[in-house]
């Protein structure tokens, strides 16, 4: 074996391993919401768990990126590439702490119900959810088009949040007594939208990995064509 294609063998073995990370992200923010919908401690209590599963694939890869580097000499060129990498594993871990943000509340809402969920809340977590597990079907398959379209994707999430956030803050103090349940809730929403934000980053870097000679700056991506 070349010392290339040895080389080549270790990046496929490294994209092989975010796409794992994303998949144990996926996991754990549909547990997370699981958790929410059915006000379920227990489930909550697994997100812990599964957040740890998480940042110690963080760090496997950071691990591996900087072996890399350090025993590989990458050209400028493959060096990017790893650089890409590091920032994917740093969303992905990102959005998996929001994800226990989102579980860490299901105590405090179950012990002061809520009388009211606005529909927003299900449809934000629904559509951050397929924007994930899109975002690594983008980077599996350095498709640009895929990952210009997911990274637009953060307005329709703005859009639900901003939409409603006041309104929902409005309902619960009218109808509940007290402020937690109210303010648990609005915590929630809050980490619910940060989700869209780190995953659209990482539907760029993924399609700039392929492209990225093309590319100038984090939200520009390169022309296929040059």
């Known amino acids: ?43 909550a209590k697994e997100v812990s768990a599964a957040d740890r599963l998480v940042n110690r694939a963080r760090f496997d890869i950071e691990e591996r990126c900087f072996s890399l580097i350090v025993t590989q000499q990458p050209a400028a060129r493959d060096l990017r590439t790893i650089t890409t990498a590091m920032n994917i594993i740093v969303d992905l871990e990102r959005m998996g702490d929001q994800a226990k943000g989102i579980a860490k509340v299901v105590p405090r809402l179950q012990a002061t119900p809520v009388a009211f969920y606005p529909p927003e809340l299900a449809q934000m977590g629904e559509l951050v959810t397929k924007m994930l597990n899109q975002v690594m079907v983008a980077f ?25 956030t006041e309104q929902f803050i409005e309902t619960q103090v009218r109808f509940e007594d007290g402020r937690t349940g109210a303010v648990s809730a609005t915590l929630r929403l809050e980490n619910a939208k940060t989700f869209a934000p780190a995953a659209a980053p990482s539907a760029r870097e993924a ?20």
Request: no cysteine.
């Open 1 to 43: 074996m070349t010392v290339r294609a040895h080389f080549e063998r270790k990046l496929n073995e490294l994209n092989d391993e975010i796409l794992r990370m994303g998949r144990l992200v996926e996991a754990e923010l549909k547990l997370a919401l699981e958790a929410f919908t059915e006000l379920d401690v227990a489930k």
């Open 140 to 164: 599996a398959r350095k498709n640009v088009d895929l990952a210009r379209i997911l990274a637009r994707q953060d307005d329709e999430v703005d859009a639900l949040y901003a939409g409603r």
């Open 207 to 226: 399609a700039r990995a392929r492209w990225r000679r093309a590319v100038d700056t984090v939200r520009a991506f390169g022309n296929p064509s040059d």
